[in-house]
């Protein structure tokens, strides 16, 4: 285990549902991210947070909104989204301005039917 | 902006065997970070290895030992003995020291089977 916990695992979830993913790091880092992992695209980095505050937006559609509440939790609201968005979702966090790499959550397998 | 190629979709190794997965980036920068990351099937993705851009010596951790080549922009992953265990997609990545930005920019992956 990497200390990142991620909830659900598994979501299946209709266009017009809304739903949220869970992330928690228990290894007192200051930034976390949200990646997407489709098969065959390298992983796409979607959110950065770095001391609760967004620095980065990699244009990502407004059906996907990030929540960081405190350093050690992430959340991602999902709203109104489309079945190319079925992916991975990962989480990960690190410590800013380290060379520490960056530890990932298991991740949410999301099924958009 | 940065880029990282994995050239090797798939590739094959037999246990207790030798395997170099390649990955090439494309940077302007003099300094930054280079990692590996394996990700086994239905498992968390953790670093393997890590290399600094700023040291001539390649990484080295266990069985897992890097061939970092600054001025080609070349960064592959040997692993000696393989086991059934390193089975697993490796994801080679690439990020800027400076900048206040901890984006990692990942290559596509190489998917590795490791056959008994």
């Known amino acids: 285990e990497t200390g990142v916990t991620q909830t659900p695992r598994h979501l299946v979830m209709g266009m017009t549902n809304k739903k949220s993913l869970k992330c928690e790091q228990h290894?007192?880092?200051?930034?976390m991210y949200w990646y997407k992992q489709s098969a065959k695209k390298p992983l796409e980095l979607m959110f950065v947070y770095n001391f609760k505050e967004q620095t980065e937006n990699n244009s990502v559609p407004s059906r996907f909104s990030p929540e960081c509440p405190n350093s050690s939790h992430l959340f991602l609201h999902l709203h109104t989204l489309q079945p190319e968005d079925s992916a991975l979702y990962l989480c990960a966090s690190s410590q800013v301005s380290s060379s520490y790499e960056q530890y990932f959550g298991p991740g949410t397998r999301l099924t958009v039917t | 902006a940065q880029t990282v190629t994995q050239s090797q979709p798939e590739m094959s190794v037999q246990e207790a065997e030798t395997v170099t997965l390649s990955c090439t980036y494309d940077t302007s920068e003099s300094d930054y970070y280079l990692f590996w990351y394996k990700q086994p099937p239905s498992r968390q993705m953790i670093l393997v290895i890590r290399q600094e851009a700023y040291k001539q010596q390649n990484a080295t951790e266990n069985r897992f030992s890097v061939n970092f080549q600054k001025a080609a922009k070349s960064f592959s992953l040997k692993i000696s003995d393989s086991q059934l265990g390193d089975a697993a997609m490796y994801f080679c990545a690439y990020r800027r020291t400076q900048g206040g930005s901890e984006k990692l920019v990942f290559g596509k992956g190489t998917k590795l089977t490791v056959n008994p």
């Open positions: 290894l007192g880092h200051n930034a």
